[in-house]
């Protein structure tokens, strides 16, 4: 029996309705759902050392959520390959250099860090064909220093000066990168007139050994990570997604301590523009300015406001934190508030997670854990808030770590409880 005309017209379009449904679902079952798709699907699927950088866990700390009635939360960054945060932000550094051409493959990373960003530098840096050298102020822990030979970085250790200083350890790392490729050109322009000289015939025995060091020369590059937006993106493109991730979106705050500030930076503007209604806060150690930036919108210590600035700006038991300028990367911070943390307060709340959680955190990630609680009663119980835990004890052993060390600066630990917070 023939089929009328009409009736085959709507059989093939319900046919093609229904496969291009089939087609969709099976697309999006491959995908999953676009709302709860990963934000860090795309992120590097790289091998080997690179590859394992990031999607750190979101751990619950138990002894302060229980103390506060909230949820506080911290990115295990210490388990990066090299044991830091700032893994992260050496690889966005020198595939971004390396992408622009302003590195090349057998060239040097130079870099000013108290330690840890210089430390995953002398990590990752032989994954993409480079060298490391690293000038860090002498004040640093000696371990670092240890690490960093161990790692086959060139270590140079300074005095500590102010930043305007032109021998403070920033500017001698940007010396050292403008003299390694100075040394490049030099080469090259030698290089270029030895080719002349042998194509003329002139090609002396001295020149014939020189001609045979290729490879040697080939620049340097500065990471500077304190103006460095790459340090931003790090954390904009990688941390803020995977906070949002683990949390599913529910969470009410984020703190941070701020050194370079890319991490608060990069995670704070991640979270607001995913939902504005989530706080971000600063915590600032003793002798740093961002606190009176954030809070009165005016860059000075309390130690300047009283006229005695100390011998150093940044002598403190915490490291890599805390500064007296504004930073390419900090400008880029979405902030509501800031809080004053102490060195007493974070070598305490050290001690405390140790004992209660098993936690060995270096000092940074002990003075975010003093910004969580702080977040924790001012927003009051039954809130999620997030916080990042920078490393771990092992490179603080020297001095945040060294009981020795604490008493002689007046930091022996002997809180109880949580009540050098005024905690129960």
């Known amino acids: 029996m023939a089929v009328p005309s009409n009736l085959t017209a709507v059989i093939t379009a319900v046919t093609v309705a229904i496969c291009s449904v089939y087609v969709l679902a ?27 950088i990031g999607n750190t866990p979101l751990i619950r700390i138990n002894s302060l959520s229980d103390a506060t009635g909230c949820e506080i939360l911290a990115k295990a960054e210490f388990l990066n390959p090299g044991g830091s945060v ?46 490391c050298h690293v000038v860090i102020p002498d004040d640093a822990a000696i371990e670092k220093s240890q690490i960093l030979e161990a ?17 403070h350890f920033v500017n001698i790392a940007r010396r050292r990168a403008a003299e390694a490729n100075k ?42 990570q304190f ?24 969470l009410h705050a984020f703190v941070a301590a701020a050194g370079t500030g890319g991490t608060v930076a990069g995670v704070s503007r991640f979270l607001k523009e995913k939902d ?13 300015g961002l606190y009176n930036k954030v809070k ?34 900090f400008k880029m911070a979405q902030l509501d508030g800031a809080f004053r943390g102490t060195d007493i307060q974070a070598v305490e709340m050290s001690r405390f997670l140790l004992k209660n959680d098993g936690l060995f955190i270096g000092s940074s990630s002990a003075m975010n854990c003093v910004g969580a609680v702080r977040v924790a009663k001012l927003l009051g119980p039954g809130h999620t808030i997030v916080t990042i835990l920078c490393d771990s004890g092992m490179r603080h052993l020297s001095k945040f770590c060294n009981p020795e060390y604490l008493s002689q600066h007046g930091l022996t630990p002997s809180a109880k409880a949580l009540e050098f917070l005024d905690c129960k």
């Open 26 to 52: 099976s697309k999006r079952g491959k995908k999953g759902d676009l709302k709860s798709e990963k934000l860090t699907e795309n992120k590097r699927k790289g091998k080997g050392v690179v590859g394992a």
């Open 227 to 250: 103006e460095n937006l790459a340090n931003y993106r790090a954390h904009y493109e990688g941390t803020g997604p995977e906070i949002w991730e683990q949390t599913g979106g529910k």
């Open 183 to 224: 040394l490049a050109q030099q080469h090259k322009y030698e290089k270029d007139a030895s080719n002349t000289n042998h194509t003329n015939g002139y090609l002396s025995e001295n020149e014939k050994q020189n001609e045979v060091i290729t490879g040697e020369y080939k620049g340097g590059f500065f990471a500077d």
């Open 86 to 131: 700032k893994d992260r932000v050496a690889v966005k550094i020198i595939e971004e250099a390396l992408d622009s051409g302003k590195l090349s493959r057998g060239g040097v990373v130079t870099e000013g860090s108290a330690g840890s960003t210089a430390i995953s530098l002398a990590t990752v840096a032989p994954a993409y064909g480079c060298k």
């Open 276 to 288: 504005p209604g989530i706080k971000c806060f600063l915590v600032d150690p003793p002798g740093s």
């Open 151 to 167: 790692l086959g970085a060139t270590v140079e250790r300074v005095r500590p000066v102010s930043i305007t200083h032109k021998d």
């Open 296 to 329: 009165r919108g005016v860059m000075y210590t309390r130690e300047e406001a009283e006229g005695k600035r100390l011998k150093n700006p940044f002598d403190t038991v915490t490291e890599g934190i805390g500064i007296n300028r504004l930073t390419e990367n």
